[in-house]
Structures are given as C-alpha cells and as structure tokens.
C-alpha cells in the first residue's frame, strides 16, 4: 500500500494525465444546476448579477464542457463569454466563446489576467479544488489523513501543523476523537488568486458549503460516478469532491442561492391560469420556467447551495461592505 496526502492522491486522480476530468467531462457522470433544464434560468439570473455589478463580461471558470457559457449565449449574443476547464475547447462551444485550457486544481492558466468591468463565475469549482484531510485521534491530536490512491484505504499521519493548523483552529476547531476536517486553506487560496486576475469587477463562487455555525463534524469527502455517489478512491475512477467552508472565503456578500436569487428577482411564480387559453404555449413556458425556478431554490436543493461575492473596485473606488 502506498499512502499520499489526500491533496496529492486528488489531484493526480482528477487532473493528472488519465484523471477523472480529462475524460467525458462532468455532465457524463452528474447533473448541475447549469445543466439544461435549469441552466438558462441560472444563466438569466447571472446576467442580471452582471447587470447590477455592472460588469460588461463573463468568465466561466471550471467551465465544465461550456453549459453555462451555452446557456448565457443563448440569452445575450453580445456579452463576451470567456470558460476555462482542463480540456481543450470543446467542439460544441459557440466560436464567439473564448476558452482557455487550465491545469486545474488550484492552478489557474497564466493568460487569465487583468480582467476589467468582469463577473468571473466559479460555479462547483471550489469544491473540487483538493484541500488537506485531517482528523483527530484517539489522543485528541489532529492529524493528516493519508490514503492509498488505488484502494482509498486511509492511515492516520503526521500531526497537523503550520498553516493548516492555524486554519483548522480558526475556522475548523475539532477535538473528538474520529472527528474530520476538510482543511479549507487550499480552496481560500485558490479562491484569492483568482479574484486576484480582477483588475476590478466582481467573483462569484457557488457551492455546496457550510459555516462556522454547521461544520459537518464527519466531512464531506465523497466519489461521483455515473451518476451516483461511490466511495472516494483516488483512482480516477471517480469525481472526489468535498463541501466548500464558503464563510473562510473573502467575500463582501454570502448568501443562500435561494436568497440570492429572489434577490435577483427569481420567484418560481407560475403564469396565469387565463394565459392557458389566450396564449398556450406562452403558459406552458411559463409553467416549466416556474419548475425550473422552483428547483433552483429548493432549500433542501440547489437553493441550500452558498453564494459568496467579492467585490473588486477600479483603483481609487470603495465598496460599500468589502471586507466583510
Ligand atoms: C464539479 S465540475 C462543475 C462544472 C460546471 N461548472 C458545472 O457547474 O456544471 C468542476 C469542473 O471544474 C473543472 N476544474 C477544476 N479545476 C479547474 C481549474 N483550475 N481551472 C479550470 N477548470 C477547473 C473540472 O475540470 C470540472 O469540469
């Protein structure tokens, strides 16, 4: 048995040279929200965030096969869309999208840079960006999780130290014995190199998440596979993902996307019964955007999903709230 760090194992095992997401791509295993039916009502509401932020293009990062970018195109011919994934430019995406080709994980391609008047969109990126694993043992030490990336058995390692630690007890304190943390230093990185390729505009991170106040004392780490939840095994056989600590992330905004929608005027309001006979298609419409609406904001769904906006104004210009 040969045992890696989880960062290590997960990285190689998702974006490694055969890992999980050079293959099919993620709408081959699992569905999002930005997956039809419901992407273009995400991606509507997107372009109404880019609108009030005042942000004149989109960037997709961890941009699956292009489904948002898709999306948002069919709905705005003129905003320039710009997605980076780990694969080279998918054969389906629209000429007038830009794509770029990342090395994943944490790693961002260099050409991102100096983006202005930008809404950058990381839509389940974060929680795919691998973090460190620990966990306290019996002697109420915190340590790092190993793993054997071809059986995923795990071995208790090194005591937590420096950095990790330091994030662990500041945001994560755990001290019973079994208890896991899902070291969230690695996706707060990530998450500020990014924001900072803003020359000014705006970065939204949506994800499965959690704060300070409902830390999964278990973790979260688990495998994805053909559409169903597998045991995480480093192989890459699987989609390894671990909820977001998305109040760790610097952000001027955090929301539920139930709330961030309604905010953005989404109310999964059904048409009126009397469009059913004066314009039928136009209720029928109506009644599947309302489903999708619906859907979208599903507090036990993708409305529980978190929303964390940071805002970067020109040089010179303040934010009412940053710093939050
Ligand atoms: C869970 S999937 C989400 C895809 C899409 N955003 C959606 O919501 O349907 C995560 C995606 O992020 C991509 N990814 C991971 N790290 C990345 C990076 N550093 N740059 C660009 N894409 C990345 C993966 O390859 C994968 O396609």
Redesign the pocket.
Known sequence: MSLLPWPVAWQQAL?GRAGF?RGI???GHFA????PPTGVVLARALLTLAEREGAQAIV?????RG??LTALRSLDAGMPLTG???VDRPSDVDDSITWLR???????PDELAGLNDTLVIA???L???PCEIAEVDDSGTLRQVLVDPASGQERLGDPLVGPELSWALAHWPAGTPGERVEVGLARDLAWSRLVDRLSNGCALAVDYGHVAADRPGGGTLTGYADGGQVAPVPDGSC?L?AHVAMDSLSHDELHTQRDALRSLGLRGATPPLAQASTDPSAYLRGLAEASHATTLMDPSGYGGFLWALRRVPRAGQHTADSGA
């Open positions: 974006y997401y791509g993620p709408a999002t929200a930005t997956h997709d990062v961890g941009a699956g489904e948002l980076l994934d780990v990342s090395p994943g994980g944490a790693e961002l839509h389940e990126w929680d795919v960006v989609d993902t």
